[in-house]
């Protein structure tokens, strides 16, 4: 499979062979306390039971094992970076992320502990980009897109599979997006598996790339997008990303700041699970109106539980 | 059954066929970020998840759900008397529960909440049971035990039968002791299911009934006992609690208050849940080097999650 082609369900099969035993079988539980909440049955996917506590170990890790490449390079300023490096190390090759001057640096150093090389350029993403390309270049190394690449997405997928494994029947599906990675892959394996499912996609109201796309039928770029879901603020869909969606996706639900905030909590409160304020995201609309015509069961993806120790506190306080 | 009598799988069959729908058949998942600190399979059994965020409900409910009695009656300082109310709202039963004088109102709230009428007594626990049995006896009630009951420990053995249930083979299994009614329904369900499978003990330094009771073989109480565990702290453990346990637990581990609150962080940290100090001390030993010897797939009952939320921040500060 090229890096530009749509990925299907014999991709995403093939995706979930490869990263078994590296990634996990992720849990898909019911919290009693978020569905008496929500007025539905509310099924969590918890994607920070993953070794690096994101889902992004399952597309790094497929990608990575098909380059023939002995080295790596990719762009990110966190998760993606992470997986990048935790999965090169499985695969013994060398890797360097570049990441933007003012990284935050617990995830600097989680790179480094995977011994992942670290550059720092500017502050944009697409000098980012630009100079990981410059070195894949230079030095002859795969670069590895975060989400607009066919096996990347075929390995988010694999997400999709398991839920539709795990459960027998339920209405819908909310994925936090971001590049458009995750939804793609998730979206599907399950409309190739449970074709009466409704996938919709959930984004920060400052960074609503998949409601524009979805609205102008062609990929739009977001001017400054901004959140405190620091994993759902790339400016636009990947090309890739956006085919898919525009097939597969029934919605999205731009959610404000103050309901990203809530449904962090909520999931600290209510669930008892520590969610990073992207990976709570997709539960938001549930904890409003906007929430009621999603049906009976509602399979929320929680994409991961990487947050700051200080944000974390402030959830609590909040 | 009496409820003296001592339950054995028969029991627990018919318990878990009675809370089917009300107690939920919560998630066992391996931690890898809390394996990877260990140094064998760590797998979490997360009764947080439980309608009440605490194993409780399956042996008030198993009990509730067989007196004749319109009413019934218990004394507690937290999670029992949540647990008694809940199911007896379920059950369309009159409820009392007896409260220490100090009791903390996020509890006493919760109690109130699901219908039950709160009487203050003392502060001391004995006090408390005395007060409940003699308004047990008044108004014709049930009195319904926290620990020291048959129904109450066939309820909490459902716990064992879903851990037998859900992982196939491993070689021990830390359930955390307070008066004694969870390992006892739990390895009353190993035992007879997993006959090889080793059951330990782990209860605070500052209330160690279990390791007392093994050693003296009698039950012994215990002057004075203390801890941030507030699940862990009955004097003694119930005579029925005792004859089980004298056969069929492996052990007993006697954890410090900083190792305690050190795996109410692990669990936050490394796994992202939030496990009260009483639900999150099994997994102390794993962090030190007396886990050693548990073998490579190890069970953690994770036994409840409400913790308060000062109690939550001053674990993150620390």
Redesign the interface.
């Known amino acids: 499979m090229k890096s530009e082609d749509v990925p299907g369900l014999r991709e995403i099969e093939k995706a979930a062979e490869r990263i078994a035993g590296v990634s996990?079988r992720?849990?898909l539980?019911?919290?009693?306390?978020l569905s008496?909440r929500a007025g539905c049955e509310v099924y969590l996917k918890?994607e920070?039971?993953?070794?690096i506590?994101v889902f992004k170990i399952r597309g790094a890790y497929n990608k990575i094992s098909q380059v023939p490449q002995r080295s790596v390079v990719a762009a990110s300023s966190g998760n993606h970076g992470i997986a990048v490096a935790y999965s090169s190390r499985l695969l013994d090759k060398k890797c360097t992320i570049v990441v933007p001057e003012n990284a935050v640096e617990e995830k600097v150093s989680a790179i480094q502990e995977y011994g992942g090389e670290v550059v720092r350029v500017g502050k944009i993403s697409s000098e980012r980009e630009t100079k990981a390309r410059q070195i894949a270049e230079a030095t002859g190394s795969a670069f590895v897109h975060p989400f607009n690449d066919a096996s990347v997405i075929a390995g988010q997928g694999t997400c999709g599979l398991e839920i539709a494994q795990q459960l027998h029947d339920f209405d819908s599906v909310l994925v936090p997006v971001g590049g458009g990675g995750l939804i793609s892959g998730v979206s599907t394996a399950l409309k190739a598996t449970k074709p009466m499912t409704k996938v919709y996609g959930v984004e920060p109201e400052g960074a609503p790339k998949l409601s524009a796309a979805l609205k102008a039928k062609k990929v739009v770029s977001i001017p400054s997008p901004s959140s405190m879901a620091d994993g759902l603020i790339p400016s636009a869909l990947g090309e890739l990303a956006f085919k898919i969606c525009s097939r597969n996706v029934n919605g999205a639900f731009a959610v404000s700041e103050g309901e990203i905030l809530a449904a962090t909590r909520a999931m600290?409160n209510e669930?008892?699970?520590?969610?990073e304020p992207s990976g709570a995201a997709a539960l938001a609309p549930l904890l409003t109106a906007r929430g009621r015509r999603l049906g009976e069961k509602v399979v929320v993806v929680v994409s991961g539980?990487n947050i700051s120790?200080d944000l974390?506190?402030r959830v609590?306080e909040a």
Do not use: D, W
Request: glycine share 4%; charged share 20%.
């Open positions: 996990t992720t849990p539980v019911e919290s009693p306390a008496r918890l920070c039971f993953q070794p506590k600290v669930a008892r699970i520590i969610a539980g120790r974390l506190a609590l």
